[in-house]
């Protein structure tokens, strides 16, 4: 089922967005999209399910509900991630930036995307903020670098289409491709199966157009992020946001067995936070 | 929250080389630019050649881009458009650093 608020043909940004018990991501996805509109003026569809779909359109552009593949569980707690692979099916755009809700949008950096590939980009490269020089993720010591399906632009094409059906295939299959690739298939996460699924599109060749050229920022372990001021809609009730895009990054930098605090501050620019808690403390303010 | 107490709480000392990692990452990514059907970053190499090329009235030559694809490119309009992202992206950089620099 879709409800829509108005028809969008061109570019917008796809996210899905399934409560569980212990966070509300149409929320996040909530504060994801004002960013975006506001960041890139990309309009916003949540895909979600019946039972987290606001009551109205909101912030969002369309809410399109789909039946959630709730078989996956991490931590004791059913997370909903499957599914991933609908999104070229179910975006009303030609061109889509498909985010994860957790990624903060602080600048239009992500418009640039859409001029490096006629089909699919992705990112294959990671830095953690106050951590350098950490090693990218593997799938194991036996295979590929993983990519990361945290940020994807796609254009409606039929490369595109390819490696969503290979997704699709992937998932459906991880079990299998786990044990080939040697990793643990207990969790299902889409970096791996895009991973898998890009490299079957591309006969196990690299094609370097698919990578979008600078790293995804993570804010990993042993590091907190914190607003350094909240964002204020103008008026109380009004459309009209003022974002803040200044945050302390603060870091527990362990040496010798002794801890010492460090901090930077970091303006105007994107990353992904990892730990839903500190993303719910810098929507709240 | 109150960032400004909760560094004093914390007894958190600015990081540095940390801060210059986070300004390298954030400005090298702003001097890439996709033009003329290549993807390009406007860095001392490029613009070097542009400018070497420009000089020898050079119009139309071919590049490598950084996705490793030869393009045919104008060379005069792409040093133009990279000296201009160049200059733009190191003011904002130089700026940001500057700051840092008033933390010590």
Not at chain 1, 25 to 46: D, K, N, Q
Not at chain 1, 65 to 87: C, F, L, M, T
Not at chain 2, 22 to 43: H, R, T, V
Request: net charge negative; proline share 2%.
């Amino acid at each position: 089922m879709a409800r829509t608020r108005k028809q969008e043909i061109g570019r917008g940004v796809v996210l899905f967005a399934f409560n569980s018990s212990k966070y509300n991501y149409v929320e996040m996805a909530e504060y994801c999209a004002r960013r975006a509109s506001s960041f890139l003026g990309l309009p916003t569809t949540l895909i979600t399910d019946a039972k987290s779909a606001p009551k109205d359109t909101g912030v969002f552009d369309n809410i399109i509900e789909v039946v959630p593949d709730k078989n996956n569980i991490r931590e004791n707690q059913v997370w909903i991630n499957k599914g991933r692979y609908q999104a070229y099916e179910l975006s009303p755009y030609e061109e889509t930036l498909l985010i994860d809700v957790d990624y903060v949008i602080n600048s239009d950096k992500l418009l640039k995307t859409f001029d490096f590939s006629d089909s699919f980009c992705c990112h294959n490269r990671t830095e953690f903020l106050m951590h350098p020089n950490v090693s990218q993720e593997y799938l194991s010591s036996y295979s590929y670098s993983s990519l990361w399906a945290t940020v994807i632009m796609f254009k409606k094409s039929e490369r595109a289409k390819q490696i969503f059906e290979a997704l699709e295939m992937v998932q459906h299959n991880y079990d299998h491709y786990a044990n080939i690739h040697s990793f643990i298939a207990g969790v299902y996460r889409n970096d791996y199966a895009l991973t898998l699924a890009l490299n079957i599109v591309n006969g196990h060749s690299t094609e370097p157009s698919d990578y979008i050229p600078w790293d995804l920022m993570h804010v990993g372990k042993n590091t907190s992020v914190y607003a350094n001021q909240v964002d204020t809609q103008i008026p109380a009730d009004g459309d009209y946001w003022d974002f803040n895009t200044e945050f302390t990054v603060m870091f527990d930098n362990w040496k010798n067995s002794k801890m010492r605090k460090e901090y930077i501050t970091i303006k105007d620019m994107d990353f992904h936070i990892m730990n839903k808690d500190l993303f719910a403390g810098i929507m709240n303010g | 929250m109150d960032t400004k107490k909760l560094i004093s709480d914390a007894k958190a000392r600015f990081a540095h080389n940390s801060a210059k990692v986070y300004l390298k990452e954030k400005y090298e990514s702003k001097l890439i630019i996709a033009e003329q059907g290549g993807l390009w970053k406007a860095d001392a190499n490029t613009i070097t050649i542009l400018t070497a090329l420009s000089n020898q009235f050079e119009t139309t030559t071919v590049l490598i881009d950084t996705f490793d694809n030869p393009v045919e490119v104008d060379a005069t309009a792409l040093l133009e458009t990279l000296t201009t992202t160049y200059k733009n992206v190191m003011t904002e950089w130089y700026a940001e650093w500057q700051e840092l620099e008033n933390k010590r």
